[in-house]
C-alpha cells in the first residue's frame, strides 16, 4: 500500500491518520462500509435507550392511577423517547443503510463525498450525546417532540433541557441535511456505466426522494428551533404573547418539515421491502417505473399536506378541507405501492426467510397504519381521534410496523453482506413473530383507547375510565416486544462471531451488491461493472431474460484493476464535529468556550479544504 | 470543467448585468417616490426584484450555460419555498 | 503526483474531493461539487424562506413601537445594496477568470468581493448601529425587532462566511497554489456569494422597498 | 339505526369482549350525548367501515397470494434454505422452473389507482360538508361560555349571564353552547368527547365551537395538549340540566351561603372571614364578597361541584380540607400554595365553602 505525496504546504504537511485497523482507523475513516458500520452499531444503542424509556412510560401506564413515574419524568421520557426514536433511531439506521448500500447498489466505490460522509456521522453521535446527556445535567426537555412555544419557553420551562433539546436536534440536523446533499450527488453522479436512472434498484430511489425531502424540509425546522433558541437564550419576543406573537407560526413551520419527516422514516423501508420482495418470490418488482413515480409523487404531496396535524388549531373550515383533501391524495400513490409489491408476490416462487417475514409484515402492519391516518384526515372527525392515543396508535403502526418492521428485515437480508456472517434463521423468525404478536399487542389496543376517550400525553388517568384493560394489554406487549429484541440483538451478536460464513450471494439476489464478496473489501467492486439491465445479477444469472440486451460478463470474472486509488483517512471531520459539539456546551455555560468551538471548527474546514486527499493505492489480489 | 462547446459569457457580458442591476436598483427607489405607481407599487416592486434575481441567477450563476439540473433544483427549492411561504402566510394572517 | 497514479485516481469513479475529479466524467457529466453547491442553495432557499415568512406574518403584530415604516431608510440600505451587487459582479468576473485559468487574476478579483462584502457590512451594520441608538429598536424591544435583527443577522452571517471562504481562496491564489483543476471550487464559492446576494434582493424588496412602500 | 352502528362500531374496533369496559367509559364518544359528537362519530365510522372493507380484501389478496405462491416442499428442499454456493450450480437446473416474469400490467395498474380515488371520494363529501356545517355559528339563541385554559384547571363565564365558574360547566338541555375558547397562560385543548370533539385554547387568539347535549347528564372532559406537569390531571365536567333547574342555578349563583341552623351560619360566617383575610382571596373571586382574585378558580358555587380541583378529588367536606390544607401533596405543583391554616380555620373554612350551593 502507498501513499500518494504530493507538495507540502502548511496544510498538507498535516498529519494524516495511517492507521488501518483499531480504534483510531474508525475514528478517521471515511470509508463508507465502515461509516455505515458505525451508523448501524450507534443507532442501534440509541434505539434501546429510546425502548428503554417507552417500557418505562408502559409500565407506569399498565394501571390506572399509578405512582411508579412522576408527571414531570412522565413527560421528559416522551419527549426523548420519540426525539430518540425519530432522530438518533430509526433515521440513522436507515442512513446506515444508505451508507452501506447505494454505492454497491449504483457500482461505485465510494459516496461522493466521503469525508463529508464521516462528518454526516460525527455530527449524529455528537448530536445524540449532546442531547441525552441533558439526562445528567439537570434533566431533559419536556416539551413533547414537537416542543410548541410558549410552553417550551424559559418561563415555563426554566431549566436548559429545551436548550439542549434544540440545540442537540440542530446539530444531528446538519449531519442528516449533509448526508442529504452527498446522497443525491452520490446516485445521480456516480452510478457506474450503463446504470441509467430508470436501472436504479429501487432502494436507491427512495433514499434520493429520501434525500430531497431531507434537503427542503430541515432547513425548515432548523428556523423553527432556532426561532425558539433565541427567545430562550437572548430574550428576543418572537413566541411571546405579550408582544403579540402569534404562536401558531411555529406549529406551521415545525409541520412543513414534520410532515415530510414521516415519508423520511418510512421511504427508505419502502424501498428496503422493495428490493426483498423480489428476491424471495423469484421475480422482478412488478411496475417499476410506476413505484418510482409514485414514490416522487408522494414526496412531494408530502410537502403540501402539513396542517392536517393542525386541524384544531382553529384555521377555519376552507383550510380544513383542503388540507383534508391533499391528504388523502396521498393515500393513492402508496396504495399504488401496496398493490405493485403484491403484484410482486402474486405468482412467484415465495421463499419465507426471516427476513422475507419482516417484509411481509411490513405489508400488513403498514396497511394497517396507513388506513387509521386516512382516518385522522377527516377534519371533522379528526376533531374527536386528534391527540388521542389512536393517534399514537396510528403511528407506531407505520413507524415501527412500517419503519422498524422493514430495517429488521434488511438487518437478516443484508446483515450477511455487511459481517460476513448468516444470521441465525430460526432465530430470525421466533423474533418476527415474537414481535409480530407484541407489536399488534402494544399497539392495537392504542386505537381502541383513542375512541374509548383516552387523549394521549398523560402520566395517568383514572379508574373507571374503561382503559384498564387496554393498557394493561398494550403494557404486556411492549414487554413482549422488548424480548424480541432482545432475541434479535442476541441472534445479530453471536451470528457475527459464530455464523456461518455468508457466500457472495446467499439469497439468489438480483442486484450488484451480490457480485461481490461478503464482507465487502475496501474497494467494493475489482473493477467497475457495467450494467445492462436493472436487476443486473439476475440477468446475468439468467441470460435468456436479457431481452436482447446482451448482458456484460460477470465483473469478478475480469481481471481486476491492478491497481484502485481510495481515499484514505482524515482528522478533519471529526474535528469540526467537535467543535460544534464543545462550542454547543459553551453556548449553554460560557460563551467563550463557545467561540473557540467556532474558531476550532472553521480552522477545521479550511483544514479539511487545503489538506490534499491522502490518496492510498489498494491493489486487489495483492497481499492486501 | 465545463463543456468545451459550451458559450461562456464574456467580461463585457458581465458587465452589462451589472449594469442593469445597478439601472434596476435604481429603478426600485425611484418607484417608491413616484406617486402615480402608488396603486401598482407592490407589484411594480417585486416585478423589478425578480428581474434583479433573474439576472443574478442566470448570468452571475451561469443557469443560462449550464446544465438544466441545476435549474431544476433551484426553481424546485424556490418555487416550493414561495408556495409554502405564501400558504403559511396566509392560512396565519 | 506521478501521471499513473493520476490515471488510477481518476478510475475512483469521480469521487469528488479530489482536486482533479473533473478529469473524470461522472454520470451526468457535471461536477460533484457544483451539483452538491446547487443542493445546498436549494436548501437555504427553504431556510430564508422560512425565516421571511415569519418576518411577514410578524413585521406588523408588535404591541409597542417601533414599527417598520417608522425606522426603514431606504438611501442607506439601497447604497449596501448596491455594493453587494457589485461584489457579486466582481465575484463572477472572478469565476470567469478562473475558468480561463487566469489564477493568479482570481485573488484579485476575489480580494474586489471581499472588500464588497465588508462595505455591505460596514453599512449595515451602520445601520444597525443606527436603529438601535436613534430608534431603541434592540431584538428585545418588540416583535419587529427580534425578527427584523434575526432575519438581517443570519444574512450577514452569510456574508462573514462567505468572505472567510473566499478569502482562503484568495490567499491560495496569491500563493500560487491555486491551479487550474481548482475552477471548479471557485465556481463553487462564486454560487454561494451570488445565492447571498440573490436573498438580499429578496430582503431588500420585502424588508425594506415594500414597508416603504405602505405594504 | 344508531344502534346498529354502535355495534358494528364495537365489533370493528375489536375483538370480543369490548363490550364490557365500553358501557364504563365516560369518555367513549362513539356513544355521542349531543349533535356535534354525533355527526362527527357518524364520519369517523363510515371512515371505519370503508377501511375495514379496504383492509380485509387486500390483506386477503395478500394472504391468498402468500398461500398460493409459497415455495413448495420440493423445490425448497433442492434449494435449501438459506442457500449456499452450490445452489449456483443448481441454477441452472431451476432455469425452467422460474416463475413467469411478470414486470407490470397497465390494466391493473390504472385499475388501482382508480378504485381509491372512488373510495376517498366516499369520504371526502361528507369531510367538506361536514367541515362547514360544524364551523357554522349556532344561531342567535345559543348560549356563549367563554372557556379559559389555565394551568391546570378550566374557567368559564358566561357573558350573557354574568356568571363565572371552574371545571364545572353547567349548560341547558338542548340548546346551542357557542364556546370561545382562550388561554390564559399556555396551550390547551378543550374536549369533552361526548359532546364534541377538541378545541385549541391557544393565548392570544381565539377560537370558538359549539355544542349541545341532547340530555341530562354529566359529561367527562379533559385537556388534550400537553401543558406542564398536570396535563393529565386537568379535567373537566359539563352538567347539562335541563332548562328549569338551569335557570335555578343560574338564579341562585351568587346568593351567598346556604345554612341549616345557627350553629352552622356562625362557623360559615368565620370561615368567610378566613378566606376573605388570608391568602385566598387574592387568588380566588366569591361573588358578593371581598374576594376578587383571578389566579385561581371562581369558588361562588364551589359546594355545588362534583369535583375539586380540576376533576382529581370527588367534592366532599373531607377531600376539601385535605385539599386545602396542603394541596401540593394533592397534585404537587399545582399552582395554588400551600397556605398555613390552624385546625379551626381549615374547619370554618370548609364549612363556608361547602355552603356555596
Ligand atoms: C412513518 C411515518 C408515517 C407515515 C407513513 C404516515 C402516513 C400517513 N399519515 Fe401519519 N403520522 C405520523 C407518521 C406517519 N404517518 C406521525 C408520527 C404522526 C403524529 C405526530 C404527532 O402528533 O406526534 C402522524 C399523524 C397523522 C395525522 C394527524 C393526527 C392528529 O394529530 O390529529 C394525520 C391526519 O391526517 C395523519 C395522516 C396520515 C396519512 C393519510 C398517511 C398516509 O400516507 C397513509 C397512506 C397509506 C395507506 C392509505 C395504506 C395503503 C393504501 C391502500 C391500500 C390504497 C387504498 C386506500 C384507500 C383508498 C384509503 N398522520
Ligand atoms: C420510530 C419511532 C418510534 C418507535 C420505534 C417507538 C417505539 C415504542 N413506543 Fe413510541 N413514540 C414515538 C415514536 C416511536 N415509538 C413518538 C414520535 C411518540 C410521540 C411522543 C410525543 O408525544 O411527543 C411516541 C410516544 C409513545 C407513547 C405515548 C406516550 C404518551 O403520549 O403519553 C407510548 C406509550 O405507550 C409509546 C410506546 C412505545 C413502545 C412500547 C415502543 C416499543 O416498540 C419499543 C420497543 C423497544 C424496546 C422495548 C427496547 C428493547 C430493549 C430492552 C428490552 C432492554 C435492553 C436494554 C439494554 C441492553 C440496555 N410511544
Ligand atoms: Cu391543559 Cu393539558
Ligand atoms: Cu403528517
Not at chain 4, 344 to 353: N, P, T
Amino acid at each position: 500500500m502507498a501513499t500518494i505525496t504530493v507538495e507540502r504546504s502548511f496544510w498538507q504537511a498535516l498529519p494524516k491518520p495511517k492507521a488501518e485497523s483499531g480504534f483510531w482507523s474508525w475514528v478517521t475513516t471515511v470509508d463508507h462500509k465502515r461509516i455505515g458500520i458505525l451508523y448501524f452499531w450507534t443507532s442501534i444503542v440509541f434505539f434501546l435507550i429510546g425502548g428503554v424509556e417507552a417500557l418505562l412510560m408502559r409500565l407506569q401506564l399498565a394501571g390506572p392511577n399509578q405512582t411508579i413515574i412522576g408527571p414531570d419524568l412522565f413527560n421528559q421520557l416522551f419527549t426523548m423517547h420519540a426525539t430518540t426514536m425519530i432522530f438518533l433511531a430509526i433515521m440513522p439506521l436507515t442512513a446506515s443503510f444508505f451508507n452501506y448500500f447505494i454505492p454497491l447498489l449504483i457500482g461505485a466505490r465510494d459516496v461522493a463525498f466521503p469525508k463529508l460522509n464521516a462528518f454526516s456521522y460525527w455530527m449524529f453521535l455528537l448530536g445524540g450525546i449532546f442531547l441525552n446527556s441533558s439526562w445528567f445535567l439537570g434533566g431533559p426537555s419536556d416539551a413533547g417532540w414537537f416542543g410548541y412555544p410558549n410552553y417550551s419557553l424559559k418561563e415555563y420551562n426554566p431549566g436548559l433541557g429545551v436548550d439542549f433539546w434544540i440545540i442537540g436536534l440542530l446539530l444531528t440536523g446538519i449531519g442528516t441535511l449533509v448526508s442529504g446533499f452527498n446522497f443525491i450527488v452520490t446516485i445521480l453522479n456516480m452510478r457506474a456505466p450503463g446504470m441509467s436512472l430508470m436501472r436504479l434498484p429501487m432502494f436507491a430511489w427512495t433514499t434520493m426522494v429520501t434525500s430531497f425531502l431531507i434537503v427542503f424540509s430541515f432547513p425548515v425546522i432548523t428556523v423553527a428551533l432556532l426561532l425558539s433558541l433565541f427567545d430562550r437564550l437572548f430574550g428576543t419576543l418572537l413566541f411571546d404573547i405579550f408582544a403579540g406573537s402569534d404562536l401558531t407560526v411555529y406549529h406551521h413551520l415545525f409541520w412543513v418539515f414534520g410532515h415530510p419527516e414521516v415519508y423520511i422514516i418510512v421511504l427508505p423501508a419502502m424501498g428496503i421491502v422493495s428490493e426483498i420482495l423480489p428476491v424471495f418470490s423469484r421475480k422482478p418488482l412488478f411496475g417499476y417505473s410506476v413505484m418510482v413515480f409514485s414514490t416522487m409523487l408522494i414526496g412531494f404531496v408530502g410537502f403540501g399536506v402539513w396542517s392536517h396535524h393542525l386541524f384544531t388549531v382553529g384555521m377555519g373550515p376552507v383550510v380544513n378541507t383542503v388540507f383534508a383533501l391533499a391528504t388523502m391524495i396521498i393515500a393513492v400513490p402508496t396504495g399504488i405501492k401496496m398493490f405493485n409489491w403484491i403484484g410482486t408476490l402474486y405468482g412467484g416462487r415465495i421463499r419465507f426467510t426471516a427476513a422475507m417475514m419482516y417484509a411481509l409484515g411490513f405489508l400488513a402492519l403498514f396497511l394497517i397504519g396507513g388506513l387509521t391516518g386516512v382516518m385522522l384526515s377527516a377534519a371533522p372527525s379528526n376533531a374527536q381521534i386528534h391527540h388521542t392515543y389512536f393517534v399514537v396508535g396510528h403511528f407506531h403502526y407505520v413507524m415501527i410496523g412500517g419503519a422498524l418492521f422493514s430495517l429488521i428485515a434488511a438487518i437478516h437480508y443484508w446483515g450477511p453482506k455487511m459481517f460476513g456472517r448468516m444470521l441465525d434463521e430460526r432465530l430470525g423468525k421466533i423474533g418476527f413473530w415474537t414481535l409480530f404478536v407484541g407489536f399488534n399487542m402494544t399497539f392495537f389496543p392504542m386505537n381502541i383507547l383513542g375512541v374509548l376517550g383516552m387523549p394521549r400525553r398523560i402520566y395517568t388517568y383514572a379508574a373507571g375510565m374503561g382503559f384498564e384493560t387496554w393498557n394493561a394489554i398494550s403494557t404486556v406487549g411492549a414487554l413482549i416486544m422488548g424480548l424480541s429484541i432482545l432475541i434479535t440483538l442476541y441472534n445479530l451478536l453471536t451470528s457475527l462471531r459464530r455464523g456461518e460464513p455468508a457466500p457472495a450471494d446467499p439469497w439468489d439476489g438480483r442486484t450488484l451488491e451480490w457480485t461481490i464478496p461478503s464482507p465487502v473489501p475496501e474497494y467494493n467492486f475489482a473493477r467497475i461493472p457495467h450494467v445492462s439491465s436493472r436487476d443486473e445479477l439476475w440477468v446475468r444469472k439468467h441470460p435468456q431474460l436479457a431481452h436482447g440486451a446482451v448482458a456484460e460478463t460477470a465483473a469478478a470474472e475480469e481481471a481486476p484493476e491492478e491497481a484502485i486509488v481510495m481515499p484514505g483517512g482524515s482528522y478533519m471531520p471529526l474535528l469540526v464535529a467537535l467543535g460544534l459539539f464543545v462550542g454547543s456546551y459553551g453556548l449553554l455555560y460560557y460563551m467563550p468556550v463557545f467561540w473557540g468551538g467556532i474558531a476550532v471548527s472553521l480552522l477545521g474546514l479550511v483544514g479539511w479544504a487545503l489538506e490534499g486527499d491522502n490518496l492510498r493505492i489498494v491493489r486487489p489480489g495483492g497481499s492486501h | 470543467m465545463e463543456k468545451a462547446h459550451q458559450v461562456q459569457p464574456t467580461t463585457r457580458d458581465y458587465l452589462k448585468v451589472g449594469f442593469w442591476l445597478f439601472v434596476l436598483t435604481v429603478l426600485e427607489v425611484a418607484a417608491i417616490y413616484i406617486e402615480a405607481l402608488r396603486p401598482a407599487l407592490a407589484a411594480v416592486l417585486v416585478g423589478l426584484s425578480v428581474l434583479k434575481f433573474l439576472l443574478v441567477a442566470m448570468f452571475f450563476m451561469h443557469l443560462k450555460y449550464d446544465s438544466r439540473i441545476y435549474t431544476g433544483f433551484f426553481a424546485f427549492g424556490m418555487i416550493l419555498a414561495v408556495l409554502i411561504g405564501l400558504a403559511v402566510t396566509v392560512i396565519i394572517l | 503526483m506521478s501521471q499513473a497514479s493520476v490515471t488510477a485516481a481518476g478510475r475512483l469513479a469521480g469521487h469528488g474531493e479530489a482536486a482533479h475529479a473533473h478529469h473524470h466524467p461522472t454520470s451526468l457529466g457535471i461536477p460533484n461539487q457544483k451539483l452538491a453547491t446547487w443542493l445546498f442553495i436549494a436548501s437555504e432557499s427553504m431556510f430564508f424562506a422560512s425565516l421571511i415568512t415569519t418576518y411577514m406574518v410578524f413585521r406588523y403584530r408588535s404591541v409597542v413601537g417601533p414599527h417598520p415604516d417608522e425606522v426603514v431608510n431606504i438611501p442607506l440600505t439601497t447604497v449596501s445594496t448596491f455594493i453587494l451587487l457589485m461584489s457579486s459582479l466582481t465575484m463572477a468576473l472572478g469565476v470567469s477568470a478562473a475558468h480561463r485559468g487566469e489564477m493568479r487574476a482570481v485573488g484579485k478579483y476575489l480580494a474586489l468581493t471581499i472588500l464588497g462584502g465588508l462595505g455591505f457590512l460596514v453599512i449595515q451594520f451602520y445601520e444597525w448601529w443606527h436603529l438601535a441608538h436613534d430608534f431603541g429598536l434592540t431584538w428585545r424591544t418588540n416583535i419587529f425587532g427580534s425578527v427584523f435583527y434575526i432575519l438581517t443577522g443570519f444574512h450577514k452571517a452569510h456574508v462573514i462566511f462567505g468572505m472567510l471562504w473566499l478569502s482562503v481562496i484568495a490567499i491560495s491564489s496569491f500563493r500560487g497554489t491555486l491551479r487550474k483543476e481548482h475552477a471548479v471550487n471557485v465556481d463553487v464559492a462564486g454560487l454561494y456569494w451570488h445565492f447571498v446576494d440573490v436573498v438580499w434582493i429578496v430582503i431588500f424588496t420585502l424588508v425594506f422597498l415594500l414597508t416603504e412602500a405602505g405594504v | 339505526m344508531r344502534h346498529f352502528q354502535r355495534i358494528v362500531g364495537l365489533a370493528a374496533m375489536g375483538v370480543a369482549g369490548v363490550a364490557l369496559p365500553v358501557m364504563a367509559a365516560p369518555q367513549y364518544w362513539l356513544d355521542p350525548a349531543g349533535p356535534v359528537a354525533a355527526m362527527q362519530g357518524q364520519l369517523f365510522l363510515l371512515t371505519l367501515y370503508i377501511m375495514l372493507g379496504i383492509f380485509v380484501t387486500v390483506s386477503g389478496i395478500l394472504v391468498y397470494t402468500l398461500v398460493r405462491f409459497r415455495e413448495r416442499a420440493k423445490a425448497s428442499a433442492r434449494t435449501g434454505e438459506a442457500g449456499t454456493a452450490a445452489r449456483r450450480e443448481t441454477a441452472a437446473a431451476a432455469e425452467d422452473e422460474l416463475p413467469p416474469q411478470i414486470e407490470g400490467n397497465h390494466k391493473l395498474e390504472i385499475i388501482w389507482t382508480l378504485i381509491p380515488f372512488v373510495l376517498l371520494l366516499i369520504i371526502a363529501i361528507p369531510t367538506v360538508r361536514l367541515s362547514f356545517a360544524l364551523a357554522a355559528d349556532p344561531g342567535p339563541d345559543a348560549l356563549e361560555v367563554r372557556v379559559v385554559g389555565h394551568q391546570w384547571w378550566w374557567e368559564f363565564e358566561y357573558p350573557q349571564l354574568g356568571i363565572v365558574t371552574g371545571n364545572e360547566m353547567r349548560i341547558p338541555v338542548g340548546r346551542p353552547i357557542r364556546l370561545i375558547i382562550e388561554s390564559a397562560d399556555v396551550i390547551h385543548k378543550f374536549w369533552v368527547p361526548k359532546l364534541a370533539g377538541k378545541m385549541d385554547a391557544i393565548p392570544g387568539r381565539t377560537n370558538q365551537m359549539w355544542l349541545q347535549a341532547d340530555e341530562p347528564g354529566i359529561y367527562y372532559g379533559q385537556c388534550a395538549e400537553m401543558c406542564g406537569t398536570h396535563h393529565a390531571n386537568m379535567r373537566l365536567r359539563v352538567v347539562a340540566l335541563p332548562q328549569a333547574e338551569f335557570d335555578a342555578w343560574v338564579a341562585n349563583w351568587g346568593r351567598g351561603p346556604v345554612v341549616e341552623d345557627e350553629a352552622q351560619l356562625a362557623a360559615v360566617e368565620r370561615g368567610r372571614m378566613v378566606f376573605e383575610t388570608r391568602a385566598c382571596y387574592a387568588c380566588h373571586a366569591i361573588e358578593g364578597t371581598a374576594a376578587r382574585g383571578t389566579a385561581g378558580p371562581n369558588l361562588t358555587d364551589i359546594g355545588s361541584r362534583t369535583t375539586l380541583a380540576a376533576g382529581i378529588l370527588e367534592n366532599t367536606p373531607e377531600n376539601l380540607a385535605r385539599w386545602i390544607s396542603d394541596p401540593q401533596s394533592v397534585k404537587p405543583g399545582s399552582l395554588m400554595p400551600r397556605v398555613g391554616l390552624s385546625p379551626d380555620e381549615l374547619r370554618d373554612v370548609v364549612a363556608y365553602l361547602s355552603s356555596l350551593r
